[in-house]
């Protein structure tokens, strides 16, 4: 005899809120500390902008109860808990640039933003019952991800900014249509993937240990290649080839666990790099900058020089092991400190300490999304929720990586942290995506009720029973079709109907075997 435990499954939305106390004391902490460090006594707007910080995310924790009530409990702290620090950085930053007499005000813009990303966060969650939904979109998605990965090269809206043309304006407010279109890339990616997986994992030859693809097979990722190399040439923007790139060849990777993809995508990435490092000036100032940043002349070269990168450098060695504390340090010093170079600016007042624990937190928002990508049912939530939650890391891996002069420096945003509207509005969509696949990943199964014996399976004919409706039924026109109803099924709490749609608890409803 066989039997099915009744398994209460829990939702963890009490986990969430007390981890949400967590995040919000570790920004509404920081932001008080800043204005310790720089002024000797406690902001004085300290108590509203803790308030809208904790109403920000109890609003989107309310939503969670509401539409996703089995979403992992872990993301949404995490992602409020970097938001926060980077806000307070901000603001520490703008206290440098108000004594320096320079353009400051990034923090309450930022606040803004923050606000309008969480909202639009929460509107995705109430507007997408289930993300299956996306996959009707695949090649719409494709479409509109190379219009947006264009659009900055359009005559009158885009605009060149040191030297790269990824920013498009509409008025006074500009946008980079790069952070939506990995967005809609990822979809695209998925759709395409789940559909052709096998042919790529099975078909082709093998070739010193690696399966090779065919050559028809091999047109996505020509495509992909050319539009990166295509990103890089016209729009002089290094890290945005090198992200949407790397997201396509790691989702064909989680498709077919093909370890051949991920070694042609980096042969084909380092080869047009090269190519482009030669015959495209500004390419090749990024590879001088890398190689060789503490030359004199490429220190002092104006513009493209190395001062930004090493300037970063010194001010993470002057932080040490442990920081300078916060609003001790001087990352005025370095240019963009509130956007490219946040990370150094951490890295000085918080020390190495405090930024191995927020390149921890990126490490647990990536393994929560990869659990609700192993967790789903679905292949193209796999590759969906895998492919957003590669991309965060890879972005993180890519910036921190561009200023510690492990690779060239690139123009891409540190996520959540940075100062940026489009990538605060960007990175809280994938939040918003991976808690949906998550709580269908955690949601329990459909409840299963066993058979007793001898009874029939649903839609088995017992042997001289005669079908309502066939020859023999004398009653077929005379009288309703009679449906029977075993004697469990009746008895069962959710009637003889099915269960109960408002039922929240379906597995405490699984019947043993006997």
């Known amino acids: 005899m066989a039997t099915v435990e009744p398994h209460r499954v829990r939702a963890g939305r009490g986990t969430e809120l007390l981890l949400l106390v967590l995040a919000l004391a570790l920004g509404i902490g920081a932001y008080a500390l800043v204005g310790l460090g720089t002024s000797g006594e406690v902001p004085p ?23 996703a009530p089995y979403a992992d409990p872990v993301i949404l702290p995490v992602t409020i808990a ?35 990303a969480v909202a639009l966060a929460a509107l995705v969650l109430i507007l997408l019952r289930d993300h299956r939904t ?15 990965l264009a659009l900055p090269l359009v005559p ?37 993937l789940v559909t052709h997986r096998d042919t790529l994992a099975l078909a082709g030859s093998r070739f010193l240990g690696l399966q ?48 051949s993809w991920v070694v042609i995508g980096l042969l084909m990435f380092v080869g047009g790099a090269m190519v482009a490092a030669t015959a495209f000036a500004h390419v090749g100032a990024r590879f001088d900058v890398w190689l060789h940043a503490l030359d004199p002349d490429v220190f002092d070269r104006d513009p493209g020089g190395s001062g930004q990168v ?105 996520p959540f942290l940075a100062y940026g509207g489009s990538s605060l509005l960007a990175n809280w969509i994938i939040v918003a995506l991976l808690l949906r696949v998550s709580n269908d990943a955690r949601r329990p199964a459909p409840a299963a009720r066993g058979l007793r014996p001898g009874e029939p399976l649903p839609g088995e004919v017992l042997p001289g029973e005669v ?37 929240d608890q379906p597995t405490e409803r699984i019947g043993g075997l006997s």
């Open 45 to 67: 707007d300290v108590i509203g902008y803790g308030a809208g910080l904790a109403g920000l995310a109890v609003a989107l924790h309310l939503v969670l109860r509401w539409r």
């Open 467 to 503: 079908l309502p409706g066939e020859p023999g039924d004398d009653a077929a026109d005379a009288a309703p079709v009679p449906v029977r109803v075993p004697a469990s099924a009746a008895s069962a709490p959710h009637g003889p109907q099915g269960p109960d749609p408002d039922d």
């Open 82 to 116: 970097l938001n926060g620090i980077g806000l307070a950085m901000i603001y520490r930053i703008d206290f440098a640039y108000e004594l320096r007499e320079k353009a400051n005000g990034f923090a309450a813009r930022q606040l803004l933003w923050t606000a309008i």
């Open 212 to 259: 090779l693809p065919r050559a028809r097979d091999l047109g996505p990722i020509l495509v992909v290649w050319a539009g990166s190399i295509a990103v890089l040439v016209f729009e002089k923007d290094l890290g945005t080839s090198l992200l949407l790139f790397g997201l396509f060849v790691a989702m064909l990777y989680l498709a077919t666990e093909r370890i």
């Open 310 to 414: 090493v300037r970063g450098l010194f001010g993470m060695a002057s932080g040490g092991l442990f920081g300078t504390g916060w609003g001790e340090g001087r990352p005025d010093l370095v240019p963009y400190a509130e956007s490219d170079f946040i990370v150094p600016s951490l890295g000085e007042e918080l020390g190495l300490t405090g930024l191995l624990a927020i390149l921890m937190l990126y490490a647990v928002l990536t393994q929560r999304g990869m659990r609700a990508a192993i967790g789903v049912r679905d292949g193209f939530g796999k590759l969906l929720a895998g492919g957003l939650a590669f991309v965060v890391a890879w972005q993180c891996f890519v910036v921190v990586g561009g200023v510690t002069r492990l690779i060239p420096l690139t123009g891409l945003t540190t």
């Open 134 to 148: 996306l996959r009707r979109f695949t090649y719409t998605a494709m479409v509109v991800a190379l219009a947006l």
């Open 156 to 192: 009158g809206i885009g605009k060149s900014i040191n030297g790269a043309r990824i920013w498009v304006y509409f008025g006074s407010v500009g946008m980079q249509p790069a952070e939506f279109a990995k967005l809609a890339l990822a979809v695209f990616f998925a759709g395409y």
